[in-house]
């Protein structure tokens, strides 16, 4: 569902204290079907920028509407909402699936798996509305694939900007990995009672 913000957006959620940006692990962003290679990371930036124009976009390839975005974040974060901001003339995406935590996702996975949550888009040129997520579900995200399908009709689609708004851990995701590896148990790492001068051996 839309949020239409009636407020100031520095007193609100909205913020920069709520924005997700400085997670997002900027150089491991990529996209499927983008005219310009690399162009999808010129869309995320902070939420007070979000309406600053650039000469840089997303955009999927002539005649074929849809793109493939993966996002993945240096932490773990709970995604509260979504804001898109697409182009103008019809190229604006008009349908958001998202996948939470699956990496290596092509069109044609995207097209036959369920996705967490899907939404049907506005054109939202002016940076006003945003797409609330179903939160219990959006916790714990490592990596997040949204799948644009369609458009207002245009021959291509255009994406000038994607924030998200949220929380995130304190943990780092590399750092996460590290702590799962040492819990772990290593057989080389506890020697048996018989090895110490114990009575006991080790059962297999």
Known sequence: MACLHDHNCADHDCSANWSL????DLPKVCALNEAVVGSVKTVFRAWEQRLITSQEWL??????????????FT???????????????????????????REGIDFSDAQS????QEWDLAENLEGVLEYQTRYSRFQGVG????????????????????????????LKRDV?????????????????????????????
């Open 75 to 101: 932490s773990d974060v709970k995604i509260k909402s979504i804001s898109i901001i697409g182009g103008a003339d019809g190229s604006s995406p008009s349908k958001m699936r998202a996948f939470i935590n």
């Open 113 to 116: 798996m369920q996705p967490v």
């Open 59 to 72: 955009e999927s390839n002539e005649g074929d509407p849809e793109l493939l975005v993966f996002i993945p």
């Open 21 to 24: 940006f400085k997670h997002i």
């Open 176 to 204: 996460v990995a590290t702590i799962v590896y040492e819990l772990m148990p290593n057989p080389s790492d506890h020697k048996t009672r018989a090895e110490t001068g114990g009575a006991l051996s080790h059962v297999e």
């Open 143 to 170: 990596n997040l694939t949204l799948h644009f399908s369609d458009n207002f009709g245009a021959d291509s689609t255009q994406i000038h900007y994607i924030g998200f708004k949220g929380e995130a851990t304190q």
